[in-house]
């Protein structure tokens, strides 16, 4: 369910130098990526890609208080929202664990996010209950950013997988595309299974069979006519597909024999590159422990850390186009 | 086979009837009538022509809300709600399914936010064929209808 904060529900549009097109993100939350259509995530995509090409970053969040609420660690996500928001000219409030707030006195998430949404103009939360974006977008009068809800959803990382692929194939639609390690409680994997409906989009999925997708995505993906197939080895599909999407495996899930099997079937070689799709490349959202070989960083088909970079350039869109009646990126 | 009936009929008030075998416990919680002072009859497992075997439940001096019926159909869509004036049938109560429901479920999934913010649950209801899933608004699971217990 799509929110729209305060005054920003006024036919608010966007000047991209040329064209003017209705801005229908201004004020809103984006808590999962299913509250978003296909012509939004186009749109994004879009903004995302003219921020990363433009020479100067518009100054979009000036006079902007963005409260960055982590209520557990992250590395990436946290700092590259403080990037998109600090080159965006906005300012940011927050913290980088439940440590350091009230909720360790027992204050409610409830009346932490309503007080903070009296200080700040968006709040980007991270928290590890699933489900505490959504009540943190039913609450505050600002808009609202999920940058992960547990096991949940995480629509940036979504979006900046989707953004990354299109960046390295040219195109979202007909692509082979291999989800490979723990798709059982792997957040990334979940959102990613779940926008492929809205593409032409064959899954691969490989996994142990303790780590596979979850019968209720699966269920939803044959109802969306989504085709995939599972898997048991990375060997089994690399040589058919365009993108290879590794996730980490929690060795500590497993046995120590289990742990050796896992990692002769799900970690990444450059000897399994030998004989791939010469346009194959490699994503992870990282931190990778041992599931991708150094020695595949420079080869062409590695583009992870693209893929991470990329994360700012998203969340400079998305935070641009929540706070920005008219965003001018010419 | 004896007449008798196996619950007593009522003078006034609903009788709920072809309720699916082990779903009348939820629907007393669900409708809280064990917190009310109506006098409430139930029977299980009771013969059925149309069910084979089937749950009913009686209750006394009360007439369900139109919000009351529709919420009993999550656990039995086909039940029977007739409203009972001198001991017969005044009107049938024709239920829908609810597209959602709140503050009713407790969320199966253990890392829900609602099991630790003082919060009601809110569910999207779904009929698939016979069956029914409930998706959780907060962390987004589905479930069916036999995973979720009632909030008491």
């Known amino acids: 369910m799509a929110r729209v904060h305060g005054a920003a529900c006024a036919a608010p549009t966007v000047d991209q130098g040329d064209s003017v097109t209705t801005n229908s993100l201004y004020g809103r939350d984006v808590v999962s990526i299913g509250d978003l259509s296909l012509a939004e995530i186009k749109y994004i995509l879009d903004v995302t890609a003219q921020l990363k090409a433009a020479k100067t970053t518009p100054p979009?969040?000036?006079?902007?208080?963005?409260?960055?609420?982590?209520?557990?660690?992250?590395?990436?996500?946290?700092?590259?929202?403080?990037?998109?928001?600090?080159?965006?000219?906005?300012?940011v409030i927050g913290f980088s664990s439940d440590d350091s707030t009230s909720i360790k006195k027992g204050e409610t998430l409830q009346?932490?996010?309503?007080?903070?949404s009296d200080y700040a103009d968006l709040i980007v939360i991270r928290h590890p209950k699933e489900g505490a974006a959504r009540l943190a977008a039913d609450l505050s009068t600002k808009p609202v950013i999920n940058a992960g809800d547990g096991a949940n959803q995480h629509p940036t990382q979504t979006l900046l997988d989707l953004f990354t692929i299109h960046e390295c194939q040219q195109k979202l639609d007909g692509l082979a595309i291999a989800l490979v390690g723990d798709l059982k409680y792997g957040r990334t994997a979940h959102s990613f299974a779940k926008i492929c409906k809205l593409f032409d989009i064959r899954l691969f999925l490989v996994a142990p069979d303790a780590l596979t997708m979850p019968d209720y995505l699966c269920d939803d993906l044959k109802k969306q006519g989504v085709r995939f197939s599972?898997?048991?080895?990375?060997?089994?599909?690399?040589?058919?597909?365009?993108?290879?999407?590794?996730?980490?495996?929690?060795?500590?899930?497993?046995?120590?024999?289990?742990?050796?099997?896992?990692k002769a079937h799900y970690n990444l070689t450059a000897e399994h590159l030998i004989n791939v799709r010469p346009n194959l490349r490699i994503l992870h959202p990282l931190p990778r422990v041992d599931e991708?070989?150094?020695?595949?960083?420079?080869?062409?088909?590695?583009?992870?850390?693209?893929?991470?970079?990329?994360?700012?350039?998203?969340?400079?869109?998305?935070?641009?186009?929540?706070?920005?009646?008219?965003?001018?990126l010419s | 086979?004896?007449?008798?009936?196996?619950?007593?009929?009522?003078?006034?008030?609903?009788?709920?009837?072809?309720?699916?075998?082990?779903?009348?416990?939820?629907?007393?919680?669900?409708?809280?009538?064990?917190?009310?002072?109506?006098?409430?009859?139930?029977?299980?497992?009771?013969?059925?022509?149309?069910?084979?075997?089937?749950?009913?439940?009686?209750?006394?001096?009360?007439?369900?809300?139109?919000?009351?019926?529709?919420?009993?159909?999550?656990?039995?869509?086909?039940?029977?709600?007739?409203?009972?004036?001198?001991?017969?049938?005044?009107?049938?109560?024709?239920?829908?399914?609810?597209?959602?429901?709140?503050?009713?479920?407790i969320c199966p999934n253990a890392a829900c936010i609602t099991h630790v913010e003082p919060m009601e649950s809110y569910f999207y209801i779904e009929e698939q064929g016979k069956a029914v899933k409930l998706n959780c608004r907060y962390c987004e699971k589905p479930f069916d209808r036999n995973q979720v217990k009632v909030t008491i």
């Open chain 1, 60 to 91: 979009a969040l000036t006079n902007k208080l963005i409260a960055h609420c982590f209520f557990e660690p992250s590395t990436r996500t946290r700092l590259s929202f403080e990037a998109a928001t600090l080159r965006l000219n906005g300012k």
């Open chain 1, 111 to 116: 009346d932490t996010i309503r007080v903070i």
């Open chain 1, 230 to 262: 599972f898997h048991q080895s990375i060997e089994e599909v690399i040589s058919k597909v365009d993108i290879i999407y590794m996730t980490r495996i929690q060795q500590e899930r497993f046995s120590s024999v289990a742990h050796q099997f896992n």
């Open chain 1, 292 to 328: 991708i070989d150094v020695a595949i960083d420079k080869t062409p088909h590695a583009y992870y850390f693209e893929q991470a970079a990329n994360g700012v350039f998203v969340r400079q869109a998305l935070l641009a186009l929540a706070l920005n009646k008219e965003l001018s």
């Open chain 2, 1 to 105: 086979m004896s007449k008798t009936l196996s619950v007593s009929a009522i003078q006034n008030g609903t009788v709920i009837d072809h309720i699916p075998v082990g779903q009348a416990l939820k629907i007393i919680h669900l409708l809280k009538l064990l917190e009310t002072n109506q006098c409430v009859t139930v029977g299980f497992r009771l013969l059925s022509r149309r069910m084979k075997l089937k749950d009913l439940i009686k209750i006394e001096d009360y007439v369900l809300t139109e919000e009351e019926a529709n919420k009993i159909t999550v656990f039995a869509q086909e039940a029977t709600i007739n409203v009972i004036k001198n001991f017969t049938v005044k009107e049938k109560i024709i239920a829908r399914m609810p597209k959602t429901i709140e503050g009713v479920f």
